[in-house]
């Protein structure tokens, strides 16, 4: 396993240092948000330099259309926002959408397996600090989670849900990482367990189900028995965690579908624009359910709902068909290519994504994000079979 590209292709230096740029971006995407921006404002900066220095076209796959009419459809919320400033600022999110482009142009080939391989490896590490917070720092109840570098525990336990989709594709379709993804997935599963965050745990399950059910359907006999050692081996605090996301009593999960109910009726009064970005906190007061715990919430702790309610149901009808694509895209590679792994990582990813995003809304967090455009972008990237014709400074599209 090395972590350091292959570049000896005649590669220019810009084009070297875009590549490393965007290694560096994606290494410290797990440990600082405000480093991670920096390096993928760097990052740009090469992808443009070089769009203009080889007079390219800037290409991407076909996913990322819908992507920038769901972009699109935001802007139109901002008009109608409730508060436009507000809205207008949070809708910058929207400009992190040019990963895909950046990581399609710069990990083609072999380097999309490098870029994976730096996400494993810093995920892992990342996953060593949280086990360390919980058995050492006493960041061991619901006061105080392992958060490992990032500022929320929410946040950490979906970037390990991410990595925990890559490294189990890896382990389970990549002969060459296997080894590697094999030593890294006990700690990365670990560390999800001590977060005590039921959504995560219940949607890195069903991601690693989606990978067992792709390489071979008779390895879904295996997942009762796994589920079984879990129960017996993990401390009680964690398994009662678990099982509370069954208990009506529990005031989160009566939360949870006050503020579904609550959603609905924003999104009667609101179907088409919606209330605007970040405005669902400051009317929830006004459409809070008789049955909800919580005088406030910043949002509704729910995909497609948040998305509706603040952006309107076009806007939601542009993320659906976002995934669509996505998923059609990925499972096409994952039947026709030779190195299957990459579209694996990406099918689970996207179903740890929306498990995970039932019961928060990780669409619209900044780190989880910008990691889960890069896994569904690299399996293209690594597809990608275009040259580049000096004549007239273009890349065709010729990617299987």
Same mark, same amino acid.
């Given at each position: ?15 070297i240092a875009a590549l ?33 220095? +080889? ?54 080939? #072999? ?14 590490? &990342? ?11 006493e960041y061991d109840n $619901?006061? +105080? ?36 993804? $094999? ?52 401390? #009680? ?14 005031? &989160? ?66 993320? $659906? ?18 190195? #299957? ?60």
């Open positions: 396993m090395s972590l350091l590209p292959d570049v000896d292709d005649g590669s220019s230096t810009l084009e490393y740029s965007l290694l560096a971006f994606v290494a410290v995407l797990p440990v600082s948000i405000a480093a991670s921006q920096v390096l993928l404002t760097i990052t740009l900066g090469c992808w443009i330099a070089l769009l203009v220095t +080889q007079r390219e076209r800037p290409t991407a796959p076909p996913f990322f259309g819908a992507l920038l009419g769901y972009a699109m459809l935001t802007m139109v919320s901002v008009l109608f926002s409730l508060d436009r400033g507000i809205s207008i600022v949070d809708s910058k999110e929207v400009l992190l959408f040019l990963v895909v482009p950046v990581v399609f142009r710069l990990a083609r080939g #072999p380097r999309a397996q490098t870029v994976a391989t730096v996400i494993v490896t810093v995920g892992a590490a &990342t996953a060593v600090f949280g086990i360390v917070q919980y058995s050492i720092l $619901l006061g +105080q989670r392992p958060s490992g570098s990032m500022g929320h525990y929410m946040t950490y336990s979906g970037l390990l849900t991410l990595v925990i989709a890559l490294a189990g594709a890896r382990a389970l379709f990549d002969r060459r990482e296997r080894i590697w993804s $094999l030593l890294a997935l006990p700690a990365l599963l670990a560390a999800l367990a001590v977060t005590l965050t039921r959504g995560y745990m219940i949607g890195a399950a069903a991601a690693i189900g989606v990978l067992c059910v792709l390489r071979d359907f008779r390895l879904v006999v295996v997942a009762p028995m796994v589920a079984a050692l879990f129960v017996v081996v993990a401390p #009680p605090q964690i398994t009662a965690r678990l099982y509370s996301s069954f208990d009506m009593a529990d005031p &989160t999960v009566r939360d949870r579908f006050a503020m579904g109910r609550s959603g609905i009726r924003i999104i009667g009064d609101h179907p088409l624009t919606g209330v605007g970005p970040d405005m669902v906190k400051e009317v929830y007061p006004d459409y809070r359910d008789p049955g909800a715990v919580q005088d406030e919430n910043p949002h509704l702790h729910n995909v497609p709902l948040q998305i509706a309610a603040e952006r309107g149901l076009p806007a939601l009808g542009a993320w $659906l068909l976002f995934l669509a694509m996505v998923l059609r895209d990925l499972y096409r590679r994952l039947r026709s290519e030779a190195n #299957p792994a990459l579209a694996a990582a990406g099918l689970a990813a996207v179903v740890g994504m929306l498990t995970g995003g039932l019961f928060e809304y990780n669409f619209g967090d900044s780190e989880f994000l910008m990691l889960f455009l890069v896994l569904m972008t690299l399996p293209a990237a690594a597809a990608y079979q275009g040259t580049v014709d000096p004549s007239v400074g273009s890349h065709p599209e010729k990617s299987t």
